[in-house]
Nanobody, 120 residues
Framework: QVQLVESGGGLVQAGGSLRLSCAASGSIFRTNAMYWYRQAPGKQRELVAGITIGGSANYADSVKGRFTISRDNAKNTVYLQMNTLKPEDTAVYYC??????????????WGQGTQVTVSS
């Protein structure tokens, strides 16, 4: 079993910054791709950023230049540094991690979500 624990959400004024963390623990042989998604009220969940095991990152157009995804493979942790936050960034943020639990078995897990609220 694998558990994901998210932290770092909160309330911030527009223009401010927050850093989200998502730590995976349990039966992990290797973490593969890691992602951050978000879901605003009344909207579908959308991909914000992803990072490969080698560290290559990609971003949604709406956050490019403002958000940075990174990872610490030794700690099985993924981060999302969010700068110049806007009210439209308000959402519940979820991490999603693809792992190998052994050499041949892959699983996908979601974090519990953390609320990010940006006031204008």
């Amino acid at each position: 079993q694998v558990q994901l624990v998210e932290s770092g959400g909160g309330l911030v004024q527009a223009g401010g910054s927050l850093r989200l963390s998502c730590a995976a623990s349990g039966s992990i042989f290797r973490t593969n791709a890691m992602y951050w998604y978000r879901q605003a009220p009344g909207k579908q969940r959308e991909l914000v950023a992803g990072i490969t095991i080698g560290g290559s990152a990609n971003y949604a157009d709406s956050v490019k230049g403002r958000f940075t995804i990174s990872r610490d493979n030794a700690k099985n942790t993924v981060y999302l540094q969010m700068n110049t936050l806007k009210p439209e960034d308000t959402a519940v943020y979820y991490c999603n991690i693809d792992v190998n639990i052994n050499l041949s078995s892959r699983r996908n897990y979601w974090g519990q979500g953390t609320q990010v609220t940006v006031s204008s």
